[in-house]
């Protein structure tokens, strides 16, 4: 077995949609990021990453790659999911909290954990994500973006 953490935050911009866990919020404002901006998707994929020994998203996906701009994340997971299979390993569970002020997100939560669970070829049981606020303090706090930790443990395959 072996363990790894992720996080990440993106800051509001102005357009929609908002994308997160793989999942299209059209009326919420988006995030700005070079990619899609997911926040959730990213976290996990440094949490894989760094599981497995392979350093962070920044590395195999950097950010002035103009091959990413605009990127769907679930393309990068499914990337890092594939790195992390030749290492000999597969996903055993992940658990995800998302920080955010808005939008609720409880209604959204077994979306978000079906489209991870998609995108990465497990059964939704290995899929955890908690949404939170962070309760009116410090930027997030403010609504200034979103964050996200994540947790993936990988077993042997
Ligand atoms: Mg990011």
């Known amino acids: 077995m072996r363990i790894g953490i992720g996080y990440d935050i993106h800051r509001y911009a102005e357009d929609p949609p908002l994308v997160l866990g793989g999942v299209h919020f059209p009326d919420e404002p988006g995030l ?7 926040a959730v998707l990213h976290a996990i994929i440094d949490a894989m990453l760094g599981a497995a020994g392979l350093g ?27 790195m992390v ?3 000999g390993y597969q996903v055993e569970n992940i658990d995800v909290t998302v920080i955010a002020e ?3 997100l409880a209604p959204h939560v077994s ?4 489209a991870i669970a998609q995108a990465l070829s497990v059964e939704p049981h290995r899929v955890n994500l908690k949404a939170t606020t962070n309760e009116g303090i410090g930027a997030i706090g403010r609504g200034e973006g979103i964050a996200a ?7 042997e395959r």
């Open 32 to 38: 700005s990021g070079h990619s899609d901006a997911d």
């Open 56 to 82: 962070d998203i920044g590395r195999h996906f950097p950010p002035d790659d103009p091959a990413y701009a605009g990127a769907d994340s679930r393309v990068l997971l499914r990337r890092a999911l594939e």
């Open 85 to 87: 299979q030749e290492t």
């Open 102 to 104: 808005r939008p609720k």
């Open 111 to 114: 979306n978000m954990v079906l």
């Open 149 to 155: 930790m994540a947790v993936a443990l990988l077993a």
